[in-house]
């Protein structure tokens, strides 16, 4: 048998291809179906896989060794992209103006792929059984949750799940993990708030819901500064504010988006009251009426403690000890990945991407963010050693 490293040199140069293709080709959540084609293509003609496909419409989850007594370890990848116009002016950019991989979505799907070529090769030596997914619509879809209602981590039963991101923040080669809450709820909202139309030159005929919605604005910021314990976390986001039509007018409503995030189940219920009570009192007194709409967006991301210890154990062991980052932070990011931990333990790492000046790399969902191919081999020898590693532990 060839050794890891050997098998994932062998490899890594086609998954590089395989990265700038899918980046090529971005994909929204639940249309990630020429994405699925490409990972189907790669991972058929591998030996001791049992492959479904059709997961919550494009997901696909593959089982080395699905046969064969043991334990079972799960590795979760994403499929889609970001409405976003790409501007890195890379070789391999986006085709799709307005679509982009601007998360690393394509890092992650590639180094799965990579994961399971080299894993399926060495198959025979594994004590228990690897399950690979593939997730459409991570993005806001919650395509996490319907994979995990679709049962895969059931036939077999998986004993624990990790998933990595690549992490712009820490430096390449280094690999970061936090126990306990590593990645924030997350509460979409949408707000109308209804005034009276008039002329611009007359408003003491109307109700203004600009002006009303800017003090909407400054007021939901307290939330977070005066009504949120200052060692907890909360973060208020008003990512769209739309009003009016011409420079002299007064317009009837304003429109207004954004998203609540929070890092407990407590703050979370706390913050989503509060929201919805400052909007409304604070227009109210105004003259002018709230219609706010909350949604029950992704839950916090729980890392497993074992499942988060055993990934730093395992980098420290394969990378070395000064390549695994001390003191990480959870993140107010969201990540559907929560779904699979509320069910199994989990962990979700992070993978560092960063070279060079940290003041000029481009960060997630940003239009010039490209995920560091420098990085692939990294996340596979990760994803391979945990899963073999995992499997030995309990074998």
Known sequence: MKPLDALIAEHTPSIIALRHDIHAHPELGFEEHETARRVLAQIKPLPNLTIRTGVAKTGIVA???????GPCVALR?????????E????????KHPGRMHACGHDGHTSCLV???????????????????????AEEGGGGGGIMCNEGVLENPNV???FALHGWPYLDLGTVGVKSGPAMASTNPWSMTIHGCGAHAAYP???????????????????????????????????????AGTASNIIPDTAELTGTIRSLSPATRKRAVEM?????????????????????????????????ARFVEDVAREVLGADKVAENVNASMGGEDFAYYAQKVPAAFWRLGVRRGDPAKQPTLHQSTYNFNDDAIPIAIRMHCEIARRFLASRA
């Open 77 to 85: 990848a994403e499929l889609d992209c970001l409405p976003i116009t």
């Open 275 to 307: 929201f919805e009570q400052i909007a409304k009192q604070t227009s109210a007194a105004f003259g002018a009426k709230a219609d706010v709409r909350i949604t029950e967006g992704y839950p916090v991301c729980v890392n497993d403690a074992k499942a």
């Open 87 to 94: 501007e890195t002016g890379l070789p391999y950019a986006s």
């Open 204 to 242: 003491h005929k109307g109700i203004d819901p600009i002006v009303v919605a800017a003090h909407v604005v400054t007021a939901l910021q307290t939330i977070a500064s005066r009504f949120t314990d200052p060692l907890d976390s909360v973060v208020v986001t008003v990512g769209k504010f739309h």
């Open 114 to 136: 990579g994961a399971a070529k080299v894993l399926s090769s060495i198959a025979d030596d594994l004590p228990g059984k690897v399950k690979f997914i593939w997730q459409p």
């Open 63 to 69: 089982t080395l060794n699905a046969e064969k007594k």
């Open 159 to 161: 004993d624990a799940i």
